[in-house]
């Protein structure tokens, strides 16, 4: 009997592994691994000066990636960064200016931060840290990156750095668009580039988020320049319909304008690649702590479809007095 009980066993087995949800594969842009033979030199440094319209500054390639003191284009465009922001402590603890940018807006690959509640903020980085709060991919590099950063931070620079985002409006970011074909795209560093020359494809079942001027946002780090996300036709109406749902009601929490409400963050307007990540590793169990243990209800049944229609509403919605940052 316990012999039979094993073969039925290893017979179900691939069934349900099947059946396991896997993670969104246009929401997490894992890039692919070197093809084999590539090259194992990195090429010369470019040590070229770099400019960006509407900035008078200049900066090598070098000094914009900084970890440590990265690349500010536009130092009026925000309040004065502490140091933690803008220069980071070495040696885990990489300037939060670098991925977020100087004004909080992040890119595809991390989280937009700016308008974030401080207590919000800070129970983030206190999930980080406490092992709450992983990713459902674990080749996410930049979300165990985040752990490392939290658990180098002090509970003063951590505070000092909600203080500074917390304090900047969320603005227009992210452009969507509805779309049956789409670039083809390849990931690099986490961030859907379009493939040189590589034509166009279905869009089927996810949401394509790239970066307007791929240049800008990629080599340069432009905090003006912002991000369009391809979804499909339909999809803003659909996801509609599904966040005023009875079963989800999100402005419940989020408020009704999904602007946020007291301690629960702000939605609209925000990176659908990352709300998707997020609702996703809540799902699987990847992300824990005190907010993400409400919303596991909320999500415990949603499909992938829902998730690119709920993403590509929350994310076309903003509010109606923001103005724009991209030029």
């Not at 440590?68 to 465009?77: N, R, V």
């Amino acid at each position: 009997m316990r012999r039979l009980a094993v073969v039925c066993l290893l017979a179900v087995a691939p069934t349900l592994l099947a059946q396991s949800p896997q993670p969104p594969v246009w929401a997490y842009a894992i890039p692919n691994p070197p093809p084999a033979g590539a090259p194992a030199t990195p090429p010369a440094p470019d040590t070229s000066m770099k400019q960006l319209p509407g900035s008078t500054l200049s900066f090598t390639r070098q000094q914009i990636s900084d970890g440590f003191g990265p690349a500010d284009w536009f130092p009026g465009d925000h309040p004065a960064m502490p140091d933690i922001v803008s220069h980071g402590k070495r040696p885990d603890a990489r300037a939060c200016g670098l991925c977020h940018m100087p004004n909080g807006k992040g890119r595809q690959e991390n989280a937009g931060v700016s308008g974030l509640p401080v207590s919000y903020f800070i129970q983030q980085m206190n999930d980080f840290r406490d092992g709450l709060r992983k990713s459902a991919e674990p080749r996410k590099a930049n979300t165990n990156a985040m752990i490392t950063i939290a658990k180098a931070m002090t509970p003063e620079e951590i505070k000092v750095s909600a203080e500074y985002f917390g304090a900047m409006k969320w603005t227009p970011w992210i452009r969507v668009v509805e779309a049956s074909t789409v670039p083809k795209m390849v990931s690099r560093g986490g961030i859907w580039i379009p493939v040189e020359g590589g034509g166009s494809e279905p869009i089927g079942t996810r949401v394509v988020e790239t970066p307007e001027n791929p240049e800008r946002t990629e080599i340069l780090r432009d905090p003006r320049s912002g991000f369009i996300a391809y979804v499909p036709v339909g999809s803003i109406k659909k996801g509609e319909t599904l966040v005023k749902s009875r079963a989800l009601d999100c402005g419940v929490c989020h408020g009704a304008d999904l602007q946020g409400l007291g301690p629960v963050p702000g939605i609209a307007g925000r990176s659908p690649s990352y709300l998707a990540r997020q609702m996703f590793d809540m799902q699987v169990g990847a992300r824990h702590g005190e907010w993400a243990e409400l919303m596991k209800p909320i999500v415990a049944k949603l499909t992938e479809e829902d998730l690119v229609n709920i993403v590509a509403y929350v994310s076309s919605r903003m509010p109606p007095t923001a103005t724009s940052t991209r030029p």
